[in-house]
């Protein structure tokens, strides 16, 4: 079993539940009250940094400040499993802050001073990122892709460290997707734009004007309100529906896909229509695009394996396929995104790692192994992951095991 760095994460289907109310058994520790029971701050290791918890913190914001990224929040909660309920910190508690400005993910490249990126527009620098690096002054080669030959045949993988990384960046969670029912119920959706240079444009849904994308700053109008559940203030996904996914191998139909293209924030609502701001975008957005609640998908930390599974024989454990990608049918190496049909039902959870190989053309001979995945997110029986290991091109139909 490859060693890695489990989040207890309160997300999605893997998620512990966490109470919405404050506990109720508290008691002083010190000088302030706690329902806690931290340890001694005299017992952390020598020179480690701290922070004594103020009135107004939250994971989430020193998350943002001692690492740069909110999202990195499981990072913090995980060095400190005395904190029971992470909706709940208390002032005077002293948390420990591990691996401060060392995980930071990294950014993709923009290709000049507009919002114009590198393969996908986006406002989130929604690349197909190479793999997430750390931040550390001196070490800018820790994280990315590097190629080795093993047996001749060249290898590409991710640098390895010792500390826990983030598997992917906030684009690669926010902007690829998930397979879904292929009648999922998303009854709020983008009626008409108010462009930020051109002015009101009311369109169809469904129209393929040009001018019937948004992008990052425009207004939409959005038929749907208050009465199909929107909250103004709130932050929701814009998505878009796009083809059924059958298993490539089976047939069997898995769901459809549903592409993540942006976020956007209700500025204000009424019982059947509501107005809202493009807050972030991966790509345009067309109108017709469905609004989705914005769940909390955190980044995984895990240390990458050691060594990959070129020479392990099968498992046992639970197998499945690759039935998805972004952008790619076949060709798909270090970095690129994929889809698999396990799950959380399948007991597979982010920061978990699969072999990805292909059935031997010869009886007589082992499989042969392409690499490794990482898991992102997990729906009930589909995943998201992304390819931290190489040997071989991989291809929509290959296999994948849990180590």
């Known amino acids: 079993m490859a060693p890695f760095l489990l989040l207890a994460f309160a997300a999605t289907a893997f998620a512990q539940k966490q109470s919405s109310t ?46 740069g990224n909110a999202y990195l929040w499981p990072q913090l909660w995980e060095s400190n499993t005395w904190v029971t309920d992470a909706h709940w910190i208390y002032p005077g508690d002293v948390l420990l802050v591990e691996g401060e400005g060392n995980a930071a993910p990294a950014t993709a490249s923009v290709t000049n001073s507009t919002t114009t990126m590198t393969a996908e527009t986006s406002s989130m620098q929604a690349t197909a990122t190479t793999a997430p690096a750390t931040a550390n002054a001196g070490e800018a080669d820790e994280g990315f892709a590097s190629e080795e030959v093993e047996g001749g045949i060249p290898v590409a993988r991710i640098a390895r460290d010792s500390r826990p990384i983030p598997l992917a960046t906030e684009s690669d969670i926010y902007c690829y997707g998930y397979i879904g029912d292929p009648n999922e119920s998303l009854p709020n959706y983008f009626e008409s734009i108010e462009d930020t240079e051109t002015g009101y444009l009311p369109h169809a849904p469904g129209t393929t004007d040009a001018a019937a994308f948004v992008a990052q700053g425009d207004l939409i109008y959005i038929h749907g309100g208050s009465a199909t559940g929107l ?33 956007v924030r209700v500025l204000c609502t009424e019982p059947n229509r509501s107005r809202a701001v493009i807050s972030q975008s991966c790509r345009e957005i067309d109108i017709g695009a469905r609004l989705k609640p914005l769940p909390q998908l955190p980044i995984p930390i895990a240390r990458i394996p050691e060594s990959a599974a070129w020479c392990d024989a099968p498992t046992g454990r639970t197998v499945g396929t690759i039935v998805h990608s972004l952008g790619w049918d076949v060709g798909m190496v270090q970095g690129n995104l994929i889809q698999i049909d396990l799950g959380a039902e399948d007991q597979l959870q982010p920061g978990d790692f699969m072999t990805v190989y292909r059935p031997s053309p010869r009886a007589d001979q082992p499989r042969v192994v392409l690499g490794e995945i990482g898991i992102l997110t997990t729906q009930a029986h589909s995943a998201t992951a992304i390819i931290v290991q190489s040997r071989r091109d991989m291809q929509i139909g290959d296999q994948v095991e849990m180590r």
């Open 22 to 67: 404050p506990p109720r058994d508290l008691h002083r520790a010190g000088d302030h009250w706690t329902a806690y029971n931290p340890p001694d701050p005299a017992t952390y290791p020598a020179g480690a940094k701290t922070h004594t918890i103020k009135s107004g913190d939250t994971l989430w914001a020193l998350a943002q400040t001692y690492y």
């Open 231 to 263: 909250v103004a203030g709130e932050t929701y996904l814009a998505v878009t529906p796009g083809d059924l996914v059958y298993h490539p191998v089976t047939g069997k139909l898995l769901g459809r896909q549903y592409q993540y293209a942006g976020q």
